[in-house]
């Protein structure tokens, strides 16, 4: 689906304060939910989480603590819930075996880089992951799961759309009040220019850290050309940005909700405008899995990289956990 456009900062009307009573019941549901205790693992649990629906770059940040913890020599497994897919888990995901239907397109896009596993009840796939090898396990979303205790948890924030208008789902784009996610996190990591004050928002001292999304390598191969870019993420803008500020030519756009899942007629109907252009059709690497494989051979996938404002800060922050990754025997 499509967040509601009164989602947004600033997004008033009638309808919001309609939606109040329901956005009340939504909160206390989940501030009881988060009451329950969580099983403790017996290995580092770190997670990149946020306080809204959407995509405020978790997967990004995942990926780059994943990669950041294997640099000193710890067994990292990923473990997410598999949003748009339909296997509970747990289950290990394999790229060639499971598709976006199975397992949802994050899944995929970490399954390509470390061990991952998908499982409705994080507990579960946690216990499944340590019994595999996991020295250390990085969760792609799960601060409003309690089922598993984190050591580490990491409220990522989007610096251009924040909290949106402020309000609880449904009135507007928030799982819980920014207050109580964030009581929960050590420290926030804000993607992008902080145009929302993202900063202000925030319990005065949480330790902010910040980092930008830089276009991949393979971007450079597109300056000067004219591209047709289409996606179905949560927040279409940020693609479209990368390919700007890699000098590409925007000679067409298409957007469809976050996780749409393109069939054989959506592709002949996108590669037919991009051929009318005379432009090479492009997308993200979250939308590339979910594309037909008789067609991938045709679209470019342009990937982003996580460039933090200070690294030492993350480091600072992975240090602890990784010092006490368990031997093995």
């Known amino acids: ?102 397992v949802g397109d994050e899944a995929l896009l970490l399954a390509a880089e470390r061990p991952t596993w998908v499982a409705a009840e994080r507990d579960a796939g946690a216990r499944a992951a340590i019994a595999a090898g996991a020295q250390a396990i990085v969760m792609d979303d799960g601060l409003q799961n309690p089922t598993l205790r984190k050591d580490l948890s990491l409220l990522v924030v989007d610096g ?19 207050a109580e996610a964030a009581a929960r996190a050590q420290a926030a990591v804000v993607i992008g220019e902080d145009t929302a004050d993202v900063a202000s928002q925030l319990p005065a001292g949480m330790r902010t850290l910040r980092a930008r999304l830089a276009p991949g390598p393979e971007a450079a191969l597109l300056a000067g050309q004219p591209v047709f870019a289409f996606c179905g993420i949560a927040v279409p803008r940020k693609f479209f940005a990368t390919l700007s500020e890699a000098g590409a030519v925007l000679a067409g756009r298409v957007t469809y909700a976050d996780h749409y899942p393109y069939d054989p007629g959506d592709l002949r109907d996108l590669l037919a405008q991009a051929e009318a252009l005379r432009a090479t059709p492009v997308t993200t690497r979250k939308d590339f899995v979910r594309i037909p494989p008789a067609f991938r051979s045709r679209v470019t996938v342009v990937t982003v990289k996580l460039e933090w404002e200070e690294p030492a800060g993350i480091e600072m922050l992975l240090e602890p956990l990784a010092s006490r990754v368990p031997v093995p025997a």
Not at 44 to 58: D, E, M
Not at 160 to 178: D, K, M, Q, S
């Open 1 to 102: 689906m499509r967040a509601p456009a009164f989602w947004a900062e600033g997004g008033g009307g009638i309808l919001p304060l309609l939606l109040t009573p329901a956005s009340r019941i939504y909160a206390c549901a989940t501030a009881r939910r988060m009451r329950k205790p969580g099983w403790q693992a017996p290995v580092p649990v770190i997670c990149c989480g946020n306080a809204s629906a959407g995509g405020a770059g978790k997967t990004t940040v995942a990926l780059d603590i994943g990669r950041r913890l294997a640099n000193r020599g710890v067994a990292v497994h990923f473990l997410l819930r598999g949003y748009g897919g339909k296997l509970r888990g747990p289950v290990r995901v394999d790229p060639a075996v499971h598709d976006s239907r199975a």
């Open 160 to 178: 251009t759309y924040g909290f949106g208008n402020g309000r609880v789902i449904p009135a507007g784009p928030l799982r819980e009040p920014v």
